[in-house]
């Protein structure tokens, strides 16, 4: 590396250096590494660049083979040269021809000065393309270990997963650039620290206390995830014995204007009772998590009813779509908890583009090609309910509690927006008592039963039987894989929203 003084510095800080990242990720004595003799191309610089700033290679990590490589800020900061990326290239090529996962632990100072200045240093560093033609051939996880800029931002942008430890910068350019382009004084908190990325960019899925905890979060997260996008993931062991929950009824009031955690209810529906969030804190109207059914692995997108009552935001609407790109190029089974009041309304979220989103979103709804299930809890109104794979929308079932309302909005909105002249009119007394009436008439026509009739909702079920169900439908599902060498439609979609 860089020089024991260097490796003391680091130490010094409480952090581990590149090599030592890779030590703890992958199984003892299992890292083969890849270009452990390269050197800067610049003559004077060679006997100072061991490894040029980029430290990788191949190995195990519980027993399956992953790729492995990140940023040697002991050489030059990390910098990214003409050397160091052409190792990267290599490594994650190599990974992605053979259908093997990538890991990348991210912490450069950008582009190496003076190596890229001028034309012919310059476009010998490209835009590394063969980031943007991976189309999730096989997950790719990236930590955000430090202050990041230029070539490693880039890399986590492209990543499937992204994981930032607290005290971290995860920006295009650093705040000293950006002083002297524009004047502008930031710290590395304001520009791209966790607070910034968790809960209003949604660039970053995970924030990790510190570095074991972010190593412990990249083991979970593969995990979850299989190979590459021509197999399923791991299986794991789980009891079939699945019996009545009665627990659910203290989690979910029945009174639809009663809030709850959603993620109470879903650590219900899991084998072992836990999820993995991903941008817990942004788009927070929508729960986008991995957990296991049945022994498999599956995808939530479920609604909170404790933010915005659950109402869809352009936010969860871009989260959502990230979510269900992932899923699908992973063959990842579907679960929709539905409780939703339907889209957020007002001059502020059309401003923000609702409407592109929202049909995004939709759009990708409709290209997923893994199985899908529904359950319908208390409410579904408005578009939501298909954005959230309602009837119709290609499930392969669709349940409902016998408390749930299904309909094109919430009734109290529609009958004051219907009868607001004739209500308006009357007094107090008379109000009430002619505007429940109005609601009696509704909320008869929204319940589960005359779609469950139609054949438009598969089963109504007892909120106890949930889980039940959905071991039943996720247990014998297949899956039909894309050929090798294919892949989904979703899995071309962009991983940046």
Known sequence: MGGQDKIDRIHAKGRYTIRERIDRLVDDGS?????????????????????????????????RSMAVAGDDITVKRGSSSFIGSKKLHRIFGTAWADGTPCVYFGETGGARIP????SEGFVKVPFDIANARRRRRSPMVS??????????????????VVIQIEGTCLAVTSPRVIEIATGEKISFEELGGTSVHDRHTGQIDRVAKDEDDAIAQVQTVLGFLPQNCWEEPPRTPWDPNVGRDEVIYDLVPMKRT???????????????????????????????AFGRVAGR??????????????????????KGTNFLSICDANNIPLIFMQDTPGFM???????DNLLARAIRFAEALALVEVPRLTVVMRKAFGLAYFSLSGSSMGDRAVAAWPSAEI????????????????????????????????????????????????????????????????????????IDLPPRGTVRPLANWPTCY
Request: charged share 25%; net charge negative.
């Open 345 to 351: 309304v007002g001059r502020q979220v059309e401003h």
């Open 258 to 288: 009663r809030a709850y955690d959603m993620r109470r209810v879903l650590k219900r529906m899991t084998d072992d009772g836990t999820i993995f969030e991903l941008k817990p804190n942004f788009g927070r109207s929508l729960i986008t």
């Open 297 to 318: 692995t599956v995808g939530f997108v479920a609604s909170q009813p404790i933010i915005y009552a659950g109402a869809l935001s352009p936010d969860a609407c871009d």
């Open 407 to 478: 309909s094109f909005m919430d009734p109290a909105v529609g009958v004051n927006v219907v009868h607001a002249d004739k209500l308006a009119q009357m007094d107090p007394d008379a109000h009430a008592a002619e505007h429940a009436r109005l609601m009696g008439d509704v909320t008869r026509d929204t319940g589960p039963d005359a779609a469950a009739g139609a054949m438009e909702v598969d089963e109504i079920i007892d909120p106890g039987d949930t889980r039940a169900w959905l071991v039943q439908h996720v247990s014998r599902m297949q």
């Open 115 to 118: 190596d890229t200045l001028g």
């Open 31 to 63: 890292f083969q590494e890849v270009g452990t003799f390269a050197v800067s191309e610049r003559v004077e610089d060679r006997d100072v660049t061991p490894g040029d700033g980029k430290i990788g290679g191949f190995g195990m990590v519980s027993g």
């Open 143 to 160: 930590v955000i270990c430090g202050e990041s800029f230029g070539g490693s931002s880039f890399q986590s942008a492209f990543s499937d």
